[in-house]
Structures are given as C-alpha cells and as structure tokens.
C-alpha cells in the first residue's frame, strides 16, 4: 500500500513571455496537477487544521522535459520557415 495518497488538484500556470521592455507575453497554458499527502498526516477533531501537500514524484523533470519539447518545436518551426 501506497504511503501517499491524492488529495486534489492544483493549477498551475505557465507563461511565455519575450522582450525585456516592453515585456509581452505571448502564450500562457494552465495545468492540474495532482496533490498528495502522506497517509499518515492527522486531523483533531477541532473542525479544521491542515496537511501538507506535495506533487507527484518527477514534477521538476516532467516540467523541464515538456519544457525542452516546447522548445524544440518552437525552433523547428523557425528552421522550416527558413527554408
């Protein structure tokens, strides 16, 4: 049995922006991720309180990797425009 288990989402936004001034931005895209806790986080009975919650194990390498492929594509359509 997992130690963690998923409370929830939470969005994220990510933004592209260019220039130094003015600054534009050109795209932004959000995304749920998933929310987890250990299951060992407890509640008083006291109505309310609070767990922490983390992400997924690899979110850092997943957003750097989707990162890259943005990336690549955005400059690939560049290199065919060049054609």
Same mark, same amino acid.
């Given at each position: 049995? !997992?130690?963690?288990?998923?409370? @929830?989402?939470?969005?994220?936004?990510? =933004?592209? =922006?260019?220039?130094?001034?003015?600054?534009?931005?050109?795209? !932004?895209?959000?995304? +749920?991720?998933?929310?987890?806790?250990?299951? +060992?986080?407890?509640?008083?009975?006291?109505?309310?309180?609070?767990?922490? #919650? +983390?992400?997924?194990? @690899?979110?850092?390498?997943?957003?750097?990797?989707?990162?890259?492929?943005? #990336?690549?594509?955005?400059? #690939? !359509?560049?290199?065919?425009? @060049?054609?």
């Amino acid at each position: 049995m !997992s130690d963690r288990v998923k409370v @929830g989402t939470s969005k994220v936004t990510f =933004r592209v =922006r260019a220039f130094d001034y003015p600054q534009i931005e050109l795209a !932004s895209v959000e995304v +749920d991720v998933p929310m987890y806790t250990k299951t +060992d986080n407890k509640l008083d009975n006291m109505q309310q309180g609070y767990v922490t #919650a +983390d992400v997924p194990d @690899g979110f850092n390498e997943k957003v750097k990797d989707a990162l890259q492929v943005f #990336a690549d594509t955005l400059q #690939a !359509s560049f290199n065919e425009e @060049g054609e």
